[in-house]
T-cell receptor, first 114, second 116 residues
Framework: QKEVEQDPGPLSVPEGAIVSLNCTYS??????FMWYRQYSRKGPELLMYTYSSGNKEDGRFTAQVDKSSKYISLFIRDSQPSDSATYLC??????????????FGQGTILTVHP | NAGVMQNPRHLVRRRGQEARLRCSPMKGHSHVYWYRQLPEEGLKFMVYLQKENIIDESGMPKERFSAEFPKEGPSILRIQQVVRGDSAAYFC??????????????FGPGTRLLVL
């Protein structure tokens, strides 16, 4: 079983839709979670960084962690064509630490069409 | 402030040749990570280095692959005697650890290696 699992999609939505991207993880020691966005032929860029359970909001983006079900989500409100990218969830393999090598989900390909 | 720099951006090698990938971390960053992204797969950790030290190379193949981060100059990922299966995008990330242990890894644009 992979430590972080993510549905690769692809996911296609109309502009303005609410997008929900999800990952599950198996290692209960994971406490820190990141969402990265990767445009085609580019490097990943950090979108959101969360610790433990709960929600974190940043503009149109909301990251949610549910430790009881080992489920992490990223919501995008009012989606725009510029949000079209691959979204990667990740957690440091250090378990309870916030640093160290990251283990990534496979990535979900999102297309927002006008 | 320049971001993480990687070069070359694209590299073509024939089987059996050597590939050298370079990564210049962000200014002030002393931690460097290398990841590999194979087609249709996610990013996989390869090696973690600090200046002049390999901290964790548990994700790196035992043969043909090596990495260094010298006191001066960029970090180098070296692949000897490349094979077609080495074709992938190789990403470097750098970070500086903040007080309290928080860390953000910033990724470079990647080097796309194609082995013919």
């Amino acid at each position: 079983q992979k430590e972080v699992e993510q549905d690769p999609g692809p996911l296609s939505v109309p502009e303005g839709a609410i997008v929900s991207l999800n990952c599950t993880y198996s290692n209960s020691a994971f406490q820190y979670f990141m969402w990265y966005r990767q445009y085609s032929r580019k490097g990943p860029e950090l979108l959101m960084y969360t610790y433990s359970s709960g929600n974190k909001e940043d503009g149109r983006f909301t990251a949610q962690v549910d430790k009881s079900s080992k489920y992490i989500s990223l919501f995008i409100r009012d989606s725009q064509p510029s949000d079209s990218a691959t979204y990667l969830c990740a957690s440091p393999l250090g378990g309870g630490t916030s640093y160290g090598k990251l283990t990534f989900g496979q990535g979900t390909i999102l297309t927002v069409h006008p | 402030n320049a971001g993480v720099m990687q070069n070359p951006r694209h590299l073509v090698r024939r089987r059996g040749q050597e590939a050298r990938l370079r990564c210049s971390p962000m200014k002030g960053h002393s931690h460097v990570y290398w990841y590999r992204q194979l087609p249709e797969e996610g990013l996989k950790f390869m090696v973690y280095l600090q200046k002049e030290n390999i901290i964790d190379e548990s994700g790196m193949p035992k043969e043909r692959f090596s990495a260094e981060f010298p006191k001066e100059g960029p970090s180098i990922l070296r692949i000897q005697q490349v094979v077609r299966g080495d074709s992938a995008a190789y990403f470097c990330a750098s970070s500086s650890r903040l007080a309290g242990g928080q860390e953000t890894q910033y990724f470079g644009p990647g080097t796309r290696l194609l082995v013919l």
